[in-house]
């Protein structure tokens, strides 16, 4: 049995106690706003993760959860080949337009029609991915301007979209015809939103550890991001396997896009997106980069958004902003671990000291 | 170092452990009473058609024996998520406060025993029987304002600020194009649509700067708590605007010259009562000027601009006024039409 390392153990610490720390502070502000903390969290949980009622509330923070595991899933895979692109935003509404225009422009039987306009968002949101990498690369470009700025195009380019060319002319308000029902990606429980896509997101999870992991295309994607001048040294060339990598995390971006089209919203309208792919950084940042913390964090905060925002406001009257000064102060903590984790590094050096000595006997 | 932060943490537990043995006698409080839940297209506190809706939930809970929730949500995407939750909460009504309407239908269509109404903005041909759709018709009111403002311009350029493009807000500015066109064919009519984008007022005030740039001095908003930038544009500049919703004329007064209201307070509270009283119907229902649903903030008393404005513009006002009334007569009667962007094609003459 493989023991498990330090940094993975801390990893998972971290997080764990930036949530913990998170609703400790939320709790007081609860308890100001005048409601018991501890019911407070008794309808977040249950509103998060409950199996109770006609759609059971676990399911919907599933099918919620689906495009930000893809867009934390795009953002780790940028963050570990070392590049701070941000631009999943726009991946993922560009992947969004190619769904709900092809969706309606082509016609072809169902299944092909399916595959192809999920294929067509992927190279879409995978070129928009290599603009700021092919800047990056070539001209040095700053990642993070650049990507901010496409994000902000993106957001344009849809508004135009819905407003004019993919407009439907019965709809009440400024969106693109509904889409037939046959190429509907299908929903396990109906009116959950959880779905195909997330089977499909989970898959593309394992796919992504193994590549990264287990292949010499991933190793190479590792060393670039810790270190891109000890790579070159090493015989690797950096500057493939960053386009490679943002094109992959573009891919994966877009197609959280177009199965959101594909499968929740059947047609695309301005502010349809709510930041998911800006989401998906918090994520990937929360998850530690890796794909099992995406998953897990996705999930959760799926969870308290559903709960906290929602669930807080209908059952016990609590303004739904505390769900996201909740949300805000998980991410504040984990942006500020270097505060607590060398403590949890004795804690933890403490507790495995001995055992370790036990292990050499 | 270490002691400081085992205190820091310590304290923090005694505070949350206090505030939880505090916290924990109180329960949420179950009641028999007939349970609403309104779902709100946007944060409160706008000051115009979110709050107004919420002023109707206010009087009901306080008039009948309901029980209403609000449910604020902070944009389109999560329309529809807090819509399921309030279905699997098992509500009474269920009002949605001017959401899309596919989304009202499919869900009406998907839940057939829950009760669905819709107090604004909900316009079909064909409604299930457990969706009911009040709509106020704001075109006629809008026309009214076009026409003080027809009236009034000094540059024959006036603008609208509308929070997007579609049939439902339409409604303001065509009707509001309209009239101002009735009274001042030479005028110019812009306008800058917002991509539905309601509860931001920067963005509200930048596109008003740029209509005034424009050389435009009389903005009509049309846009929720972004319109508040218009207002606030239009102080900034000693130029006019007009308000949408409520009564907004004292918000800066002397420059706005009048409002129209539209009464989502009294549908929202309308939809409510019948529930109450038995006498809910599904289908779609209009209300209008007659119904006293919609208007201007001069029908209710509003004197802040003809006490604040500039004296070259109060003085015509009671000509404006006159005008107003005589149309206002013409519509009732019948006798002058107005362009509805909810039911008819877009008129040549308005293009």
Redesign the interface.
Known sequence: MKRMSKTMALSALVPLCALILGILVTSIFIFLAGTSPLSAFEVLISGAFGTTGKVWPLLITLGQATPLILTGLAAMYSFRVGVFCIAQEGQYVFGAITAAWLGVALNLPPFLHVLVVLAASMVVGGIYGLIPAWLKVKLGVNEIISSIMLNSIAALVLEYMVAFPLRADQGQKAQSAVLDRAIWLPQFVQGSRWGISFVIAITLVVISYLYIWKTPKGYELRMVGQSARFARYGGVKADPTILQTLFLSGMIAGLAGSMEILGNYHRIMTGFSSGLGFDGLSVALLGQSHPLGVVIVAILLAGIRQGAQLGLQINLHVPRELGGVLIAMVILFIAAENVYRPYLEKLYDKIHAPKKELDHV | M?KK?LSVVLL??V??GV??S???????TQTDKITV?VVMPS?LGDRSFVDSAAKGVERANAELPVQV?I??T?????HE??M???????YDLILGVGL???MMLDLAN??PDQTFGSPS?L?ADNLPDNLASLLINVNKSSFLAGIAAGMLTETNKVAAVCG?????LNQFFYGFKQGVLEVNPDAEVFVN?L???FSNPTLGKESAIALYDEGCDIIYQVAGLSGEGVLAAAAERGLYAIGVDNVQDSFYPGNIITSVIKRVDNSTYDLINEYVNGTYKGGFRSLDLEDGATGLSWDVGATDFADNGPASMTAKLPEVQKTIADYRARILSGDYEVYDALTMDLWDSLK
């Open positions: 270490n932060l923090l537990f505070v949350v505030a939880f505090a916290g924990a006698s109180e329960k949420a839940a944060p929730d449910i604020e902070q944009g389109v995407h999560e998520t807090a399921r939750s309030a279905i699997n909460r098992g899309d309407t596919q998907e839940n903005e316009y997007g493009d579609a049939p439902g649509y991509g539905f984008d």
